[in-house]
């Protein structure tokens, strides 16, 4: 018996718990705020580089609009050279009419004068000594799309002209083609683009630090410079990065804001945008206050759960010792194993069957002390990859050595305990299986004995018989009674043997599988054998050309389900048919697996009985000349399910049914049946 524990020795280890706990509540509401605090920052950057990507977006094809409009002028100016200078006039102004969004478009020949304009004003003036005429001069560049500084030399406003130039086939420089931009062009252009909060600013900017957009008061900020006035341009570009991040005072009002900037890719522009900082942190705030409301609540909760897990300790140490004494007295084995494999638990019926006492067990490793050698590498190798991976077979069978020397088979259940340490703790429930394997073994082999002894020779005497009937033309009427009679009391012994043998695997899939790796082929193999006992007047061939190496499966169960599909190819279909057998590799839903193929070449199944055929008890119309229960093609399908598998049934174009089992790769995480024992040796 475990001793009450006194209260004296209870209440300072509570009262110490509870002065822990509110330290590490504390801490932790710390930490949190901390963390949150560092995440809102994060996520508003988060918020701001999207939009600044949004930013990228837009300009670049509003860009690539105007660059395909310039193009498309320069082609027509190409192709209509020599046509007159009204007919392409009037061509500009209807591109113009297209995009109201662009101030003027104008046409320059070689030397830079303006043959053709929108805007009439603009005709005839010389722009050879405008930046965005002279960029297009130099002919070792490709041409390209040039966009200039804001300026009031062409027009009475600022603007910004788009330029391309003009140039032939032989890369020669006949002129400009351009178009005109002031602010309400790019206020068009990101309206969409702005923080959520009314407080947000956006500034679109070139790379001489001229603003060609603001959200607020975008025409009057257009074309100012912001190089000596802006402490967040200057930091950005000294920092060469595309994308850059700050916090600090707003030229505007001096208030501390979040700022993000970005190159936004070829354009020649960036985008600064900001918000507040006080904005930001608001709903941190409220969080910071929620948890300095929450640490309040714990502290005044934990006086009378202080009183409360006095009680409940009493409680637990009287379950504590319940549960000692209900292990100690259990019918079935309890062994507990620490995760190097040394006993932990091991209680009375344990002993009984291991022949060691308790204190000769614990903190011994349980392998090197009841697993056989001929085991122990298996075994080993399983404990090693539970420690690597925390994976254990739920069910599983391996032996034990006794003190006696004798080898006992159990059969395991396993749990995985882990403390507050995250220590795991491997609980096994064994029971003794040694006399219960054996007559499982001797029933295998009688149930063996059955279908090869038996099956054989009334499928010998069924054929003799039928063939006797064949060719009796000239015997008496008593004589063919007799051979009505021996087919009749073979068809039912046949079914007698059948519904025995169905009824004993129907029993094995009840119980569960014993998964193992097994070769296509041998299962094959074995399924064309079987066909061939029970008639050589038909040709059963395996296809090896594409057979994968191994499967998973209960090898027992699934030659079961390939006979089952084997006999009916030679029940249903005439003498000297072709019955085809084949594997492969077959994915299905993403899921790796292996596919079983049974063909043959006969009258395959009427269609309308298809979504039928795996029913329990049904039986076709071509099967009412053939002995059978209706329950084979259940079987198959249930033994094919239990693996995580299916089984399917077609029609072949050519003629004759097949039939798929598929088995998915890692079965042995699939069966839907109850746990599997997995055999460890």
Known sequence: MIAPMRRKSVLPSIWLMLTTVLLIIGALLAWFSWADYESTQASEYRLLEAHARNTEAQVTVALDDISQLLSQIAEQRLAEGSAPASKFQAALTRHLSASPAIGTLLVTDASGRVVLATNPSMKGIDTSKQAWFTAHLDRTRAPKLHVSRPDKSLLDTNVITVTLPIVDARRGFLGVVGATVDYSWFTHVLKSVHPDDSGSVTVLFNGDGDIVYRRFDPEKF???????????????????????????????????????????????????????????????????????LIFTLVAAVMLPLAWVSERRQREVLAAKAFTDKLIATASVMLVGLDAAGRVTIFNQAAERVCGYRRDEVLGKNWFELVVPRTHMAQVSTAFHQFRQTGDMPHAFDYPILTRAGTE??????????????????????????????????????????????????????????????????????????????????????????????????????????????????????????????????????????????AVLCDPDLMRLTLRILADNAVKYTAPGSTIQLSSRHADRNGIDGVALLVSDNGAGIDEAELPQVFEKFFRGRSAARETGSGIGLHLARSVVESHGGSLTARNLPTGGAAFTIWLPTGVANEIKQAPAPVRIG
Not at 447 to 470: C, K, N, W, Y
């Open 222 to 292: 257009f074309g100012s410079n912001m190089v000596n006035v802006s402490k967040v341009f200057r930091e950005h570009v000294a920092s060469g990065q595309r994308v850059s991040r700050h916090i600090g005072p707003s030229q505007a009002n001096g208030k501390t804001r979040v700022f993000l900037v970005r190159r936004l890719g070829d354009t020649g522009f960036s985008v600064i945008l900001s918000r507040q900082l006080d904005e930001v942190l608001a709903g941190w705030l409220r969080n910071l206050v929620v948890n300095a």
């Open 408 to 549: 006992h088979l159990i059969s395991w259940q396993s749990s995985t305990v882990r403390d507050q340490a995250d220590m795991s703790t491997l609980i096994f429930f064994g029971i003794d299986v040694t006399e219960r394997r054996q007559a499982e073994d001797e029933q295998k082999r009688f149930v063996a004995m059955i279908s090869h002894e038996f099956r054989t020779p009334l499928a010998t005497i069924d054929g003799a018989v039928q063939h006797l009937e064949m060719h009796a033309h000239n015997v008496d009427e008593a004589t063919r009674r007799r051979y009505v009679k021996i087919q009749k009391s073979v068809d039912r012994l046949t079914k007698l043997l059948d519904d025995y043998l169905i009824q004993e695997q129907l029993d094995r899939v009840a119980h569960g599988l014993r998964v193992v790796s097994v070769a296509p082929l041998t299962l094959l193999e074995d399924c064309r054998a079987s066909a061939l006992a029970l008639s050589t007047e038909h040709i059963v061939t395996v296809e090896q050309s594409e057979i994968p190496d």
